[in-house]
């Protein structure tokens, strides 16, 4: 009898965990259509970061439609501009572990490109088989374990830390655990990991010229 309940509450846990759907992390699906989005390091010349050094890092976030995403916007020739924001979608697990998991890079000319392999499927909480969510890529550098992490030390001006987020995407999950037709990233865009950094004594100089010549137009008015 005890046996028996044991695994009744082992497959409750189970199907309580398959009761959420599931997106693709990949940002190198050769499904049709085909989703090639490398990531670049806007610090190296345009490179891409490489499995080589594994404080490099990407992870899947997501959630339901609506929630606030990560908005970092920066590519290979341009630096992060917008409103920053760590946002609030989770870090997503794989269901064969149930850890929420980050994962390193490729190496060679697939630099750039998540290494997941085969484990690529993540469980998106509060959405269930066949529901609509929102995902985006992240990346990081430093060997922090969370995206939270690696945003709040990038928020330190001349860390030395990069991060990059991908445009956000609004997928379909499939039908069930079974279904062939899993959410695949399409439309997942490139982005570059940026740093925070202090800006240069010059910067202040003609800020504060600027400023002194509001002033001084003002007076005049």
Do not use: H
């Not at 030390?153 to 991908?166: D, F, M, Q, R, T």
């Amino acid at each position: 009898m005890k046996k028996l309940l044991v695994l009744s509450a082992l497959a409750c846990t189970a199907a309580s965990v398959y009761a959420q759907g599931f997106a693709t992390f990949n940002n190198f699906d050769p499904a049709t259509p085909v989703v090639r989005s490398p990531i670049y390091l806007l610090t190296v010349g345009g490179a891409a970061p490489s499995g080589t050094d594994t404080q490099f890092r990407a992870a899947l976030l997501g959630g339901t439609t609506g929630t606030p995403f990560a908005f970092i916007t920066g590519s290979r020739t341009n630096s992060a501009s917008g409103a920053n924001s760590a946002g609030s979608l989770s870090l997503l697990a794989s269901p064969n572990t149930g850890n929420a998991t980050w994962a390193t890079f490729r190496t060679g000319t697939a630099a750039g490109f998540v290494a997941v392999g085969s484990d690529s499927p993540r469980v998106v909480p509060g959405v269930d088989f066949g529901g609509t969510a929102e995902v985006q890529v992240v990346a990081w550098s430093g060997g922090f374990s969370t995206w939270a992490q690696a945003y709040a030390a990038w928020l330190v001006p001349g860390s030395g830390v990069l991060i990059g987020a991908s445009n956000p995407l609004t997928v379909v999950l499939p039908a069930s655990a079974t279904d062939p037709n899993i959410a695949r990233l399409v439309g997942l865009e490139s982005f570059a990991m940026v740093a925070n950094v202090i800006p240069e004594p010059t910067t202040f100089a003609l800020a504060g010229l600027g400023a002194a010549a509001m002033m001084i137009f003002r007076r005049r008015k």
